[in-house]
């Protein structure tokens, strides 16, 4: 008897369709799985075997082949047992097969029976819903993420005797609630009113946060850079509905979904340690899986202790902040990721710390301080839209009773100045002023007559790349909009300008 239920398979963040076939047929006993399965895939003849045990129901002692269709694309994991023990089910008469016909099977059987979480359970679901399927069959685990698509009916299943019974009409299973996602409390967020002083560093990171730009920060030890950097989250605009998508995506696959609230409502925050390796950092494995720079997508990754993080992990960082995604191949397949990320990052100046601080005499030599600051090419150096130089506190400044501003009010500047870009982009794809394309640069970014006589002359006597030219001008952009002006005056320019000039300072004379 041939029976034929549907299943998703998935191979990075793309998910495709499984049809999974079974023949029970007469002749010597025996099970066999075809259809380009990996090791993990096969070894579920024996997870099926002992669940049918397990849960007193009949395996067929009979020749049962299983075929994972489309046979040239490879399946892994052990996302598939459900649908193959459903189909196997089907093929005995337990149940007629039509009861699966608008249905999906994804999970893992244990050899008790029972089904276990399994990762990537999002991104599976989005993609059955497009195929037109109207139940998603998940373990119960799975099923809170699952329920997050619309117009798709989740089950949440305990084991496969629960959901044997359910298909043969014995059994009811409640369809999981669609889940309503409830604003985080953002108290618990590190606060900019604990910060005293530092007033041109707060005002670089408010200018990062309505822009999306990536910040450098340099400064002596204690000055306050990672004390800032931690702080950035609690003035970050609110993710959109598009956005917790594609984040809560990356999350599921990588298998860091907090079950009691599935859909990533926050903007990530990710500080890898600078021992983190390239494939930490970009994502790998025999079957890639996300790394940070992909975790921290539509959010903040923070690299403290720049220049301590190995060249050739934070060269692999060009080509992300460039293009927004990372590309991973391997001998099974390419898999690309979603990076737009805000890259922003925290060094000293020279190896004790000390170089160019007022107070303070750096005991190290001149080529030290050269061979340090080397570690950070020119080409990982242009890409970032902001530079400044965090200053030691002064005792002015720590000592003083009073009040800082909370960061509750510096977001809700932050916020109207995203909800701008938001109205001027609408249906380009672009989401802040640090992602305007080179076709539309010139197009929103209208300069007055003096900001262009000014931004020509920093060109041409700082000997600026092409791509420093376009992060000042997105940085004004962004400055205007900080303002509620359309146009780009002079002194948002100068502004921009003064933010990107401490490359000059270190890395030419240092």
């Known amino acids: 008897m041939f029976s034929l239920v549907k299943s998703v ?39 099926i075997r002992s669940a049918f045990r397990s849960s007193e129901l009949r395996f067929p002692a009979v020749s049962t082949v299983v ?61 059955a819903q497009r195929m037109g399927i109207k139940k998603m069959f998940v373990p119960k685990e799975n099923a809170y993420e699952a329920s997050v698509v619309e117009g798709i009916e989740v089950y949440g299943v305990e084991s496969l005797s629960e959901l044997a019974h ?52 340099i400064g002596s030890p204690g000055s306050g850079k990672s004390m800032l950097a931690k702080r950035l989250p609690s003035i970050l605009p609110k993710m959109t509905f ?29 500080a890898p340690h600078h021992t983190v390796s390239t494939a930490g950092l970009a994502g790998g494995g025999g079957i890639p899986r996300p790394g940070e720079i992909s975790l921290a997508h539509n959010g903040l990754l923070f690299l403290d202790e720049l220049a301590e993080f190995s060249r050739s992990t934070l060269e ?67 890409r970032f839209d902001l530079h400044i130089e965090v200053a030691p506190v002064e005792y002015e400044n720590i000592s003083s009773a009073k009040k800082e501003e909370p960061s509750s009010a510096i977001r809700e500047r932050v916020q109207k100045a995203r909800e ?35 931004l020509g002359e920093v060109f041409d ?15 004004s952009r962004t400055m205007a909009d900080m303002d509620g002006e359309e146009r780009i005056d002079r002194k948002h320019v100068a502004q921009a300008v003064r933010y990107r000039c401490l490359d000059r300072k270190y890395w030419e004379n240092g």
């Open 242 to 270: 598009e956005e917790s998508i594609e984040t809560t995506n990356i999350y599921s696959i990588a298998g860091l979904i907090d079950k009691s609230a599935p859909l990533v409502t926050e903007r990530p925050f990710r």
């Open 420 to 454: 701008i870009q938001t109205e001027r982009y609408k249906g380009t794809g672009i989401t802040c002023n640090a992602r305007i394309t080179s076709e539309l640069l010139h197009e929103v970014c209208p300069l007055t007559d003096d900001a262009n006589t000014l």
């Open 9 to 47: 398979g998935l191979f990075g963040m793309n998910a495709f369709e499984v049809s999974v076939e079974v023949e029970v047929s007469k002749g010597m006993e025996r099970f066999d799985i075809v259809g380009l399965a990996d090791i993990a895939v096969k070894e579920s003849r024996e997870r």
């Open 316 to 382: 692999i960082l060009r080509q992300p902040i460039e293009d927004g995604k990372v590309t991973i191949s391997r001998a099974s397949g390419t898999v690309t990721y979603p990076s737009n990320i805000m890259l922003v990052a925290a060094m000293n100046p020279c190896p004790c710390g000390y170089y160019g601080h007022p107070k303070k005499k750096c005991v190290c030599t001149k080529r030290q301080v050269s061979q340090y600051l080397s570690k950070i090419s020119g080409p990982l150096l242009d």
């Open 166 to 217: 359910f298909l043969s009409g014995d059994l009811v299973i409640e369809k999981a609630p669609p889940y309503v996602p409830t604003e985080k409390n953002t108290t618990d967020l590190l606060d900019f009113a604990d910060v005293k002083g530092q007033q041109f560093a707060k005002k670089a990171l408010e200018v990062a946060a309505c822009g999306g730009h990536n910040l450098l920060m």
């Open 67 to 127: 075929n994972l269709a489309p046979a040239d694309v490879k399946k892994s994991g052990s996302s598939h047992d459900l649908a193959i023990a459903v189909a196997i089910l089907a093929s005995t008469g337990m149940f007629p097969i039509e009861r699966t016909e608008d249905s999906c099977f994804v999970g893992e059987l244990s050899l008790g029976g029972d089904l276990r979480p399994i990762n990537g359970v999002l991104p599976m679901t989005i993609f």
């Open 461 to 475: 006597r700082l000997g600026l790349s092409a791509r420093a030219y376009d992060r000042i001008l997105k940085v």
